[in-house]
């Protein structure tokens, strides 16, 4: 099963004769509507079979699909400059990064109080918060808060 298999991405024949077609010969765009429904790292991990699946991984349809509906909102967060040029698989993999968001805020430890970023798998928006960075409105009173250290903690 295992020669069969390497036959067809080489585009080699299923019998082994080299003379079938192979999974090269799917046309790119065919490709791109599977991939749609994938998850991103099996899309990279696909990718490095042929040319036609890497040319289909690296289509703005398929990581368009990818991207939350707010990403826009997330590049806001960045520089233009930084994502200015890029293809959607290049804005899919610079959201996968946490982005610092407010001031970006950093603790004596280089801790970010604040970022958020887009998960590799789920295309889902994850935000960190740290309990530092917090305010609750109304109680800022200094005798509703104190910090407890405990050999747990980070600070």
């Known amino acids: 099963m295992g020669a069969t298999l ?3 991405t080489e585009g080699g024949g299923a019998n082994g004769t080299g003379n ?3 999974l090269g010969d799917i046309p790119e765009s065919c490709v791109a509507c599977v991939f749609m429904y994938l998850t ?3 899309i990279c991990n696909l990718a490095r079979l042929n040319r036609a699946f890497r040319g289909a991984a690296s289509s703005n349809a398929v990581w368009d699909s990818k991207l939350p509906s707010n990403y826009q909102d997330l590049l806001d967060l960045l520089p233009p400059d930084r994502h200015l040029n890029l293809s959607k698989k290049g804005i899919f993999a610079l959201l996968s990064r ?3 968001f407010d001031d970006g805020t950093k603790l004596a430890l280089g801790l970010i109080l604040q970022e958020v970023w887009v998960d590799r798998v789920t295309s889902g928006v994850c935000m960190s918060i740290s309990a530092k960075a917090m305010l609750i409105t109304g109680i800022e009173d200094r005798r509703y808060w104190s910090w407890i ?5 980070s600070q």
């Open 6 to 8: 390497s036959n067809l």
């Open 20 to 22: 079938g077609p192979g």
């Open 40 to 42: 991103p790292p099996e």
């Open 98 to 100: 946490p982005i610092p």
């Open 149 to 153: 250290q405990t050999e747990e903690s």
